[in-house]
Nanobody
Protein backbone atom coordinates (compact mmCIF):
# COMPACT_ATOMS: atom_id res chain seq x y z
CA UNK A 1 0.00 0.00 0.00
CA UNK A 2 1.26 3.46 -0.87
CA UNK A 3 1.59 6.04 1.88
CA UNK A 4 2.49 9.69 1.48
CA UNK A 5 3.60 11.81 4.42
CA UNK A 6 4.03 15.56 4.09
CA UNK A 7 6.06 17.81 6.34
CA UNK A 8 7.37 21.35 6.44
CA UNK A 9 4.21 23.43 6.62
CA UNK A 10 3.77 26.25 9.06
CA UNK A 11 3.29 29.96 9.55
CA UNK A 12 5.41 32.40 7.59
CA UNK A 13 5.28 36.10 6.86
CA UNK A 14 4.57 37.39 3.39
CA UNK A 15 7.72 37.42 1.33
CA UNK A 16 9.17 34.50 3.23
CA UNK A 17 10.00 30.96 2.13
CA UNK A 18 9.02 27.45 3.07
CA UNK A 19 10.13 24.03 1.95
CA UNK A 20 7.64 21.20 1.94
CA UNK A 21 8.70 17.59 1.82
CA UNK A 22 6.77 14.45 0.91
CA UNK A 23 8.03 10.97 1.67
CA UNK A 24 6.39 8.10 -0.18
CA UNK A 25 6.45 4.50 0.93
CA UNK A 26 5.21 1.38 -0.79
CA UNK A 27 5.55 0.51 -4.45
CA UNK A 28 6.66 3.64 -6.28
CA UNK A 29 7.88 3.66 -9.83
CA UNK A 30 10.12 6.30 -11.32
CA UNK A 31 7.61 6.75 -14.13
CA UNK A 32 4.83 7.70 -11.70
CA UNK A 33 4.03 11.38 -11.39
CA UNK A 34 4.55 13.01 -8.02
CA UNK A 35 3.37 16.46 -7.21
CA UNK A 36 1.85 19.03 -4.91
CA UNK A 37 -1.66 20.40 -4.85
CA UNK A 38 -3.28 22.87 -2.52
CA UNK A 39 -6.75 23.71 -1.32
CA UNK A 40 -7.76 26.97 0.30
CA UNK A 41 -11.00 27.31 2.27
CA UNK A 42 -13.96 27.52 -0.08
CA UNK A 43 -11.86 26.82 -3.15
CA UNK A 44 -11.17 23.81 -5.33
CA UNK A 45 -7.98 21.86 -5.01
CA UNK A 46 -5.45 23.12 -7.54
CA UNK A 47 -2.12 22.08 -8.96
CA UNK A 48 0.94 23.71 -7.45
CA UNK A 49 3.66 21.66 -9.11
CA UNK A 50 4.20 18.18 -10.49
CA UNK A 51 7.13 16.09 -11.63
CA UNK A 52 6.38 13.43 -14.23
CA UNK A 53 8.24 10.20 -14.66
CA UNK A 54 9.86 11.59 -17.78
CA UNK A 55 11.39 14.44 -15.83
CA UNK A 56 8.96 17.12 -16.96
CA UNK A 57 7.87 19.63 -14.36
CA UNK A 58 4.59 21.51 -14.44
CA UNK A 59 3.60 24.48 -12.32
CA UNK A 60 0.33 26.16 -11.56
CA UNK A 61 0.04 29.64 -13.03
CA UNK A 62 -0.25 31.24 -9.61
CA UNK A 63 3.12 29.93 -8.42
CA UNK A 64 5.25 30.02 -11.55
CA UNK A 65 8.58 31.66 -10.85
CA UNK A 66 8.15 31.33 -7.10
CA UNK A 67 8.16 27.57 -6.57
CA UNK A 68 10.52 24.78 -7.47
CA UNK A 69 9.71 21.08 -7.30
CA UNK A 70 12.46 18.56 -6.85
CA UNK A 71 12.24 14.79 -6.80
CA UNK A 72 14.55 12.06 -5.60
CA UNK A 73 13.52 8.73 -7.10
CA UNK A 74 16.05 6.82 -5.03
CA UNK A 75 14.49 8.10 -1.79
CA UNK A 76 10.90 8.37 -3.10
CA UNK A 77 10.67 11.96 -2.00
CA UNK A 78 9.38 15.10 -3.61
CA UNK A 79 10.06 18.56 -2.21
CA UNK A 80 8.50 21.91 -2.92
CA UNK A 81 10.53 25.05 -2.35
CA UNK A 82 8.25 28.06 -2.11
CA UNK A 83 9.65 31.60 -2.17
CA UNK A 84 8.13 35.06 -2.10
CA UNK A 85 5.08 33.69 -0.36
CA UNK A 86 1.85 35.67 -0.45
CA UNK A 87 -1.19 35.57 1.83
CA UNK A 88 -3.11 33.99 -1.04
CA UNK A 89 -0.76 31.01 -0.86
CA UNK A 90 -2.42 30.09 2.43
CA UNK A 91 -3.89 26.61 2.01
CA UNK A 92 -3.56 22.99 2.92
CA UNK A 93 -0.88 21.49 0.69
CA UNK A 94 -1.23 17.88 -0.40
CA UNK A 95 1.26 15.50 -1.90
CA UNK A 96 -0.10 13.36 -4.72
CA UNK A 97 1.14 10.25 -6.46
CA UNK A 98 -0.35 9.53 -9.88
CA UNK A 99 0.25 6.02 -11.08
CA UNK A 100 -0.21 4.54 -14.51
CA UNK A 101 -2.60 1.74 -13.55
CA UNK A 102 -2.92 1.71 -9.75
CA UNK A 103 -4.84 4.92 -9.28
CA UNK A 104 -3.91 8.07 -7.40
CA UNK A 105 -2.81 8.51 -3.81
CA UNK A 106 -2.92 11.55 -1.55
CA UNK A 107 -1.14 12.53 1.62
CA UNK A 108 -2.96 13.87 4.65
CA UNK A 109 -1.96 17.46 3.89
CA UNK A 110 0.10 20.10 5.64
CA UNK A 111 -1.11 23.59 6.49
CA UNK A 112 0.70 26.60 5.10
CA UNK A 113 -0.33 29.98 6.46
CA UNK A 114 1.13 33.20 5.12
CA UNK A 115 0.53 36.30 7.21
CA UNK A 116 0.42 39.78 5.69
Amino acid sequence: QVRLVESGGGLVQAGGSLRLSCAASGIIFSFDTMGWYRQAPGKQRELVAASTGGGTTNYGDSVKGRCTISRDNAKNTVDLQMNSLKPEDTAVYYCKLETTWRGNYWGQGTQVTVSS
